[in-house]
Each structure stands twice: as structure tokens, then as C-alpha cells.
């Protein structure tokens, strides 16, 4: 199973930018993908999970300002931002949960940066 996140970069804050993570290499349904991110000096956070069935969760801290999405078809998921802060910077993973799996995989990670 390969994921392959793509979208990160510097953003002025205010600003808004769309992650994108491409799942390839699995055969088993997806139950859900989501994304977690984790800046300097911290721990990993959930930011937020979809399922196929299109159930949404947000950490507290990012609800109104990310939305995220899935396209089935594609096995891929989206993560807009809205309004960055720099409280935002970090290194956004993205994870899939596949029916039968033990555990999610997750991807390699995408910077975003946010400038003030």
C-alpha cells in the first residue's frame, strides 16, 4: 500500500491551500482516511477522518477553517485549509484504514508552512 501526499508548501497566513493523498496498492475496502499533522517540539494531533460513508471529524481546533474530502473513485483524499494560522505549520500525514487491516498506513508526510 503506497500513499502519496502532495500539496504542502509555504503559505502566507490567511491564506488557504488544498493536500491532496493518493492511496495505490491495496485490494481490501477503505473504511476511512484522514489526516493527522504534527508541528516542531509536538505530537502527532488528528486534524481529520472521513469515511467512505462520508462521516467527518475535526479536531476542535481546525473546525470551520479545514475541510476534508474523498473522492472513492480515485482512493484519494483532500484536506482544504482556509484561513492558515501559524499555528497550522507543521508536517500534515495522511493515513488510510483498510477493512481487515490491523493497523492504518500512513504516508511520508507534507510540510506546510505558514509565513506571518
Known amino acids: 500500500v503506497q500513499l502519496v501526499e502532495s500539496g504542502g508548501g509555504l503559505v502566507q497566513a490567511g491564506g488557504s491551500l488544498t493536500l491532496s493523498c493518493a492511496a495505490s496498492g491495496f485490494s481490501s475496502e477503505i473504511n476511512a482516511m484522514g489526516w493527522y499533522r504534527r508541528a516542531p517540539g509536538e505530537q502527532h494531533k488528528m486534524v481529520a477522518s472521513?469515511?467512505?460513508?462520508?462521516?467527518?471529524d475535526y479536531a476542535d481546533s481546525v473546525k470551520g477553517r479545514f475541510t476534508i474530502s474523498m473522492d472513492n473513485a480515485k482512493n484519494t483524499a483532500y484536506l482544504h485549509i482556509d484561513s492558515l494560522k501559524p499555528e497550522d505549520a507543521a508536517v500534515y500525514y495522511c493515513?488510510?484504514?483498510?477493512?481487515?487491516?490491523?493497523?492504518?498506513?500512513w504516508g511520508r508526510g507534507t510540510q506546510v508552512t505558514v509565513s506571518s
Open positions: 472521513i469515511s467512505t460513508g462520508g462521516i467527518r
Open positions: 493515513y488510510i484504514d483498510l477493512f481487515g487491516a490491523d493497523r492504518p498506513i
